[in-house]
């Protein structure tokens, strides 16, 4: 009777481990699969894949610099726009709002993560970047024309300044659904404590914040690496033209953009090779910001002796 | 002195508060904002034709996305099939036996895994199955997304069996149940509709996905019920419509998109008023 037990548990064990294990074959099989399929181009070039600037496929001369620029620049954009708005938020729902109504908002606020990237990428095709093109992007020129930045004329056929706030929209429930969460473990005592010795709200806040900063930190990289890999709505508002300009009003292109518009007529070996390659890149990068956002976010909980936002 | 001090201190703490509160009201109006125009736009053209025929040729009018719905139907649920057991088995695994290097290993890169963009899913399954294979299937969509599945339910599961008491599992184990049974029979059963609501969330994550659908399943302007050939589905035809130069179809577009976010909004609202009674 014992015995059919431990055999049972072995075998139980065993299933159990093989069903882990594939977690760790998907990801091991993902950076094999596509290094073996951007050998082509990664013997061809180098390192000079990363920093060529010129993109002719037709020419089989492939610089991955324009999409590395428009990715990094697309997600400064969304972060400067969504930091502050998640910090905001999180800050209303965990320290002053009524619960009564910090869960209603709370949950409206999960629901933008839950619509379709697909779905964000139509509503900025013809809502998003018609009102850009017509109020905010005029508003920008007359005050803000003479920076490089806000050069020539807005372009509603998709420019870096439509992606980056889509982009802006979609990061932001998950950077705030994370500092909320951060900002929950922060014992309760800390506010009380500075509330005690005549701390207004916002002076406990700002304590408060002090003591999940690494946790904040962690949910701004994790917004970042969203950012980066952020693809469908980003490919059909942002112009998929590969130029580096520093106009926020030009079109621009980035990895996962490039990927998704390009991939299916790359039926040459080295042009395929070369988007393969970037998406490696793409992969890699967005792998350790969130490992790092990970190790980040499970310091607070460590520092705060409790095992939640993990 | 000391009172203006005392009321500059009132009065910026007051300023914060309405700002914070601005920043929560400014995205739940985006959010409204882009539902209502979902609805509006999108609720004029859904008709019994729209959602049972498939697409005509742009401009000649009418059609609709029947062969989309049911591309997205099958391929959600060929992805649940593979993707479910496997998650939900590593989600046990983690729970109940993940106190060790390996546990830790699998959940970093579970977690690590699930910020990865779905794009680059699209490529490795391209890579894996598309070339081999010598065509994009709806197979190839379906693993695609599968992949995608994996980690979330096996974190939410993991969640979901580290809530049963540990009381219960010791109890079973001193009446002489052995280890798997005590899983099996005690904590899984305890724990399933927890599993039961992550293995939902997760099926409305990747009814919603695009980008691994994009070269692996492709697209089709037929009702196609083979799993080897290319297949349409709800996401891939709002991306082609959406993109594309003909009103009609763009109009499509929109009512496709009423039809998939009114469908994943449900499926979380439902989940939420489930388990606010429980949690």
């Known amino acids: 009777m014992a015995k059919t037990g431990t055999i049972g548990d072995t075998i139980f064990r065993t299933i159990l481990i093989i069903f882990a294990s594939t977690i760790l074959l998907i990801v091991v099989a993902m950076i094999y699969m596509m290094a073996v399929n951007s050998m082509p181009t990664i013997r061809a070039f180098g390192i000079s894949f990363l920093t060529g600037s010129d993109w002719k496929p037709a020419s089989n001369i492939f610089g991955a610099l324009p999409f590395i620029f428009g990715t990094v620049v697309s997600s400064l954009i969304a972060l400067i726009i969504a930091v502050p708005i998640s910090l905001g938020i999180a800050i209303f729902l965990v320290e002053q709002a009524p619960k009564k109504l910090a869960t209603p908002i709370s949950f409206m606020v999960e629901l933008l993560a839950a619509i379709p990237s697909v779905v964000y990428g139509l509503w900025g095709i013809f809502v998003l970047a018609p009102f850009l093109v017509n109020y905010l992007g005029p508003f920008l020129q007359t005050y803000l024309g003479w920076l490089p930045l806000f050069e020539g004329s807005p372009k509603g056929t998709g420019m870096m300044l439509t992606g980056g706030i889509i982009m802006a929209i979609m990061v932001t429930p998950i950077i705030t659904a994370v500092v909320r969460d951060v900002l929950e473990v922060v014992p309760t005592t800390q506010r009380e404590a500075a509330l005690a010795l005549g701390a207004t709200q916002w002076e406990t806040t700002k304590i408060v914040l002090g003591n999940a900063a690494s946790g904040i930190a962690g949910a701004i990289v994790l917004g970042l690496g969203r950012a980066l890999g952020e693809t469908m709505a980003v490919t059909m508002v942002i112009g998929n033209s590969p130029s580096i300009s520093a106009s926020l009003f030009d079109p621009a292109h980035t990895i996962a953009s490039v990927l998704a518009a390009n991939f299916p007529e790359a039926t040459d070996e080295m042009y395929l090779s070369a988007l393969i390659e970037m998406g490696l890149v793409l992969f890699l990068v967005t792998f350790i910001v969130n490992g790092l956002a990970k190790l980040l976010v499970a310091k607070v909980a460590k520092d705060s002796g409790t095992a939640k936002a993990t | ?279």
């Open chain 2, 1 to 279: 002195m000391n009172e203006s001090v005392h009321n500059r201190r009132k009065l910026v703490s007051k300023i914060m508060t309405t700002v914070t509160a601005a920043c929560a009201i400014f995205a739940v109006s985006i959010l409204l904002i882009i539902l209502a125009y979902i609805t509006i736009r999108g609720a004029a053209s859904i008709n019994w034709e729209f959602i049972t025929s498939v697409p005509k040729p742009a401009l000649d009018g009418g059609g609709g996305i029947g062969n989309a719905i049911l591309g997205s139907a099958i391929m959600t649920v060929l992805a649940s099939l593979i993707g479910l057991p496997i998650g939900i088995g590593a989600g046990v695994y983690l729970a109940e036996f993940g106190d060790n290097w390996f546990g830790s290993l699998v959940r970093f890169v579970s977690d690590t895994l699930i910020g990865v963009p779905s794009i680059i899913v699209g490529i490795f399954i391209y890579t894996l199955l598309v070339l081999p294979m010598g065509g994009a299937s709806g197979f190839a969509g379906s693993v695609a997304l599968s992949i995608i599945m994996i980690p979330i339910v096996a974190r939410t599961t993991e969640e979901m069996i580290r809530l049963v008491p540990k009381s219960m599992r010791e109890g079973a184990l001193a009446l002489g149940a052995p280890q798997w049974r005590v899983t099996w029979n005690i904590v899984m059963p305890a724990a399933l509709s927890g599993i039961a609501t992550g293995a939902i969330l997760a099926i409305a994550r990747i009814s919603g996905e695009t980008a691994p659908l994009l070269f692996t399943a492709l697209n089709s302007r037929f009702f196609n019920y083979y799993i080897d050939e290319p297949m349409s589905s709800l996401t891939v035809q709002i991306y082609n419509f959406a993109t594309g130069p003909f009103p009609n179809e763009q109009q499509m577009a929109w009512a496709a998109s009423l039809i998939l976010v009114g469908l994943i909004l449900i499926i979380n609202i439902l989940v939420r008023i489930l388990t606010r009674k429980k949690f």
